[in-house]
T-cell receptor
Framework: QKEVEQDPGPLSVPEGAIVSLNCTYSNSAFQYFMWYRQYSRKGPELLMYTYSSGNKEDGRFTAQVDKSSKYISLFIRDSQPSDSATYLCAMKPRAGGTSYGKLTFGQGTILTVHP | NAGVMQNPRHLVRRRGQEARLRCSPMKGHSHVYWYRQLPEEGLKFMVYLQKENIIDESGMPKERFSAEFPKEGPSILRIQQVVRGDSAAYFC?????????????FGDGTRLSIL
């Protein structure tokens, strides 16, 4: 079983739709959570990061963490064609031990927003 | 551009040759991480380094791969005697000093092709 599971999609939505991207994880040591966006032939770009259960909002993006269910989500409101990319969830343990630097990624969800 | 700089962007090697990938972290960052992205797979952690120190190499293959981050100059990921299976995109990330939630910022990667 993978430590982090993410539906690879692809996901296709019309412009203006609300997009929901999700990851589940099995390792209860994961305490820090990140979402990255990756365009084709580019590196992952950090979108949001959090360590608390609950919601964190930044513009059109909302990150949600439910540690009791080991489930995280990213919501994109008013989606735009420029949001078309691969979205990666990533997580890591709290500080302590040598593995605190290691990010474990989901497989990535391919999103297409069509005009 | 104060971002993570990787070079070369593309590298072609024949089987049995050596590949050297370089990474300069963001200004003010002293921690460097290397990840590998194989086709149709997610990003996999390889190694975590600080200046002159390997913190976690749990993701490095046991043979042919090595990494360093010298006191002066960029971090180097070295692959000796490359084989076809080494073809992948290799990404470097950096973060500032300290433990806790220090988000990692990625470069645009080096795409290694083995003939």
């Amino acid at each position: 079983q993978k430590e982090v599971e993410q539906d690879p999609g692809p996901l296709s939505v019309p412009e203006g739709a609300i997009v929901s991207l999700n990851c589940t994880y099995s390792n209860s040591a994961f305490q820090y959570f990140m979402w990255y966006r990756q365009y084709s032939r580019k590196g992952p770009e950090l979108l949001m990061y959090t360590y608390s259960s609950g919601n964190k909002e930044d513009g059109r993006f909302t990150a949600q963490v439910d540690k009791s269910s080991k489930y995280i989500s990213l919501f994109i409101r008013d989606s735009q064609p420029s949001d078309s990319a691969t979205y990666l969830c990533a997580m890591k343990p709290r500080a302590g031990g040598t593995s605190y630097g290691k990010l474990t990624f989901g497989q990535g969800t391919i999103l297409t927003v069509h005009p | 551009n104060a971002g993570v700089m990787q070079n070369p962007r593309h590298l072609v090697r024949r089987r049995g040759q050596e590949a050297r990938l370089r990474c300069s972290p963001m200004k003010g960052h002293s921690h460097v991480y290397w990840y590998r992205q194989l086709p149709e797979e997610g990003l996999k952690f390889m190694v975590y380094l600080q200046k002159e120190n390997i913190i976690d190499e749990s993701g490095m293959p046991k043979e042919r791969f090595s990494a360093e981050f010298p006191k002066e100059g960029p971090s180097i990921l070295r692959i000796q005697q490359v084989v076809r299976g080494d073809s992948a995109a290799y990404f470097c990330a950096s973060s500032p000093e300290g433990q806790g939630l220090k988000p990692q910022h990625f470069g645009d990667g080096t795409r290694l092709s083995i003939l």
